[in-house]
């Protein structure tokens, strides 16, 4: 299976500042990588996606969310932290079966 | 807008099925759509269990494939899961989603907790 190997575990920032988080793939999922946000006691929401070399954010994410990375190497930045950006990010390959997730990182505020 | 809601017993015991439910508002499960499962072990990440197409095709994980059975139920709109021969790392968060897109999940219902244990 493909594994999904997100880092850092944990990234402290301060409001206002930008984060950027990183995901790599133990083998090409070309474009096809998406980003989801958990936040304290919910469930995970779809943040961004990738897809025929585009990334897309799902509706009602602010433009403070982007993607970037193919092949095996990802990259989430979200400018200028609000306080609602805090919680854990997973990543997640569509490209391989089985359906594979990052283990997450958490941003917290620092 | 679509919303989920799994349901079902929060504690099975060692050895039985570990069944749950999820049902859909605001969309019909017949329709051209797909559905699926994914859990969160405590203090874990993400594994994704299946999905489920509204005709009943299934695509399993490997790694659980051997006791997993998932189908869908249009007349009471909702759709089910079922994982054979609980253990203790059967303990999770199980979350139901809808399949957007090729294999994304949103939304997600807002989880159930069980748990594994004599």
């Known amino acids: 299976e493909t594994v999904m190997t997100q880092s850092p575990a944990t990234l402290s920032v301060s409001p206002g500042e930008s984060a950027t988080l990183f995901c790599r793939a133990s083998?090409?999922?070309?474009?096809?990588l998406a980003w989801y946000q958990q936040r304290p006691g919910q469930a995970p929401r779809l943040l961004i996606f990738g897809m025929y070399g585009v990334y897309t954010r799902a509706s009602g994410i602010p433009a403070r969310f982007s993607g970037s990375g193919s092949g095996t190497e990802f990259t989430l930045t979200i400018s200028s932290l609000q306080s609602e950006d805090y919680g854990v990010y997973y990543c997640?390959?569509?490209?391989?079966?089985?359906?594979?997730f990052g283990g997450g990182t958490k941003v917290e505020i620092k | 807008q679509v919303q989920l809601q799994a349901s079902g017993p929060g504690l099975v015991k060692p050895s039985e099925t570990l069944s749950l439910t999820c049902a859909v508002y605001g969309f019909s499960v017949s329709s051209n759509s797909y559905w699926g499962w994914i859990r969160q072990p405590p203090g874990k990440g993400l594994e994704w269990i299946g999905t489920?197409?509204?005709?009943?095709?299934?695509y399993y994980n490997p790694a659980l494939k051997s006791r997993v059975t998932m189908s869908v139920d249009t007349s009471k709109n909702q759709f089910a899961l079922r994982l054979t021969s609980a253990t203790a790392a059967d303990t999770a968060v199980y979350y139901c989603a809808r399949r957007s897109g090729d294999n994304l999940f949103d939304p997600w219902g807002q989880g159930i907790r069980v748990t594994v244990s004599s």
């Open positions: 997640q390959q569509f490209n391989n079966w089985p359906l594979t």
């Open positions: 083998q090409s999922v070309s474009y096809n």
């Open positions: 489920l197409s509204h005709g009943g095709n299934t």
